[in-house]
């Protein structure tokens, strides 16, 4: 990130150190992960320790430390999702991505997660693509989603 | 200033008084009770990982378990620091404790004094049982701010940011609270390695007696801090007290 950008935010959080946490957010927006040269910065320019830093951005799941894909691909393995078969969804994808969950593709196109429920189990086995989400999944629908995601097959939910 | 403001409350029954504010363990303490407890230390800040302080408090007229060193002392309380109940629950413990860290000889021995000597659970044999001491002496005494906690649930370990132990000075602080002996210090030549987090500097020679006594990184770091005269480490502690 660019030393610019990173005042522009600082400067929006009056330099506070309390406010770290949603600089953080502002950095994991701008970047789709949290670099370490940035937060090495970071660290020198609020005068924190890096540790403080280190340990907020681990806690977090919403924080990435490695570089993320252009597209988030997000495997629902709630209770429901689970029972409706979101393993053999998230099998699928490994395979295709030849990526574990958590991990990014070498091109940096996709990245696999998985959470652990949205509240949306009556769309059990969900799909997560880029913040849309996809009911009523199933590994072959997963693919065509995939390599179709351009132009937007699905109606989404 | 303000004047000291004491509360009386009742531990075990016996009347005791302590200063406002202070934590319910200390003062326990200090009466002679005998609370185990190993993540405790008057140095740094109370933060109750590892649960072996448990007492029963009871406050009007309800009663509950809680840990000692994070319960800041009130009036009228009564304290029980040794029911059934509490035993229990420390045995508990002291198994979990046991499974993840079984080489600890003081783990090993506040379970044998509880009556635990096996325990029921997969050993995971970490050693290290999280109870943040070392992050703790590091951040609050040393203020070095090299080692913290990162990750969560059951991915939590205490480390350096990135692995990078850029701003540990090897002082040893962590090394003397670790109370299961994980983090380890080993000293050869004229290094000075602090294994757990493989942090290894070169220690400053004493120019009156030619011994390496201290790495060189942390006597610059203490000099910058407390804005000592440059030269304020050029002989050891030894020979500066016989000079």
Redesign the interface.
């Given at each position: 990130m660019e030393n610019t950008q990173l005042e522009k935010i600082l400067k929006n959080y009056q330099y506070q150190d309390f406010n770290l946490l949603a600089i953080l957010q502002d950095i994991q927006a701008i970047e789709n992960y949290l670099p370490?040269g940035t937060?090495e910065e970071l660290a020198k320019r609020l005068d924190l320790?890096?540790?403080?830093?280190?340990?907020l951005a681990?806690?977090y799941r919403a924080f990435s430390?490695t570089p993320r894909g252009r597209h988030l691909v997000t495997v629902c393995t709630g209770t429901a999702c689970h029972v409706r078969g979101a393993a053999l969804i998230l099998d699928t994808l490994e395979r295709e991505l030849e990526i574990k969950p958590g991990e990014t593709t070498p091109d940096r196109e996709y990245t696999l997660e998985t959470v652990n429920c949205l509240g949306s189990c009556a769309l059990a086995p969900l799909l997560i693509i880029d913040s849309k989400y996809h009911g009523k999944m199933l590994g072959t629908k997963a693919l065509s989603l995939l390599k179709g995601e351009e132009k937007d097959v699905s109606e989404g939910s | 200033m303000s004047e000291k403001e004491l509360v009386r409350f009742k531990i075990d029954g016996l009347e005791v008084e302590a200063e406002r504010g202070s934590m319910l363990l200390p003062v326990a303490l200090d009466y002679g009770f005998e609370i185990p407890h190993l993540c405790h230390h008057e140095a740094v800040s109370p933060y109750g990982a590892c649960r072996l302080c448990l007492v029963e408090v009871t406050k009007n007229g309800r009663t509950r378990m809680t840990t000692s060193c994070t319960y800041p002392v009130e009036d009228v309380i009564e304290v029980s620091t040794d029911t059934d109940q509490i035993r229990r629950a420390r045995r508990l413990l002291l198994e979990l404790l046991l499974a993840r860290s079984s080489r600890a000889e003081l783990i090993q021995r506040v379970a044998k004094e509880a009556g635990v000597t096996e325990t029921r659970f997969k050993a995971v044999d970490d050693d290290c049982i999280l109870c943040g001491l070392c992050e703790r002496v590091c951040?609050e005494v040393v203020e070095a701010?090299?080692?913290?906690?990162?990750?969560?649930g059951d991915r939590k370990e205490v480390a350096?940011?990135?692995w990078d132990p850029m701003?540990c000075i090897a002082c040893g602080a962590c090394v003397y609270i670790c109370p299961t002996d994980c983090i380890k210090m080993e000293e050869k030549g004229d290094e000075r390695t602090i294994v757990r987090w493989k942090r290894t500097l070169k220690m400053q020679k004493c120019k009156s007696c030619g011994k390496p006594f201290a790495p060189l990184f942390q006597l610059n770091w203490i000099i910058d801090k407390a804005s000592l005269p440059k030269d304020f480490y050029d002989v050891c502690p030894v020979c500066k007290q016989m000079g």
């Open positions: 370490r937060l320790p890096l540790a403080r830093i280190y340990k681990t806690f430390l | 951040r701010n090299a080692i913290s906690f990162v990750n969560r350096p940011p990135f701003a």
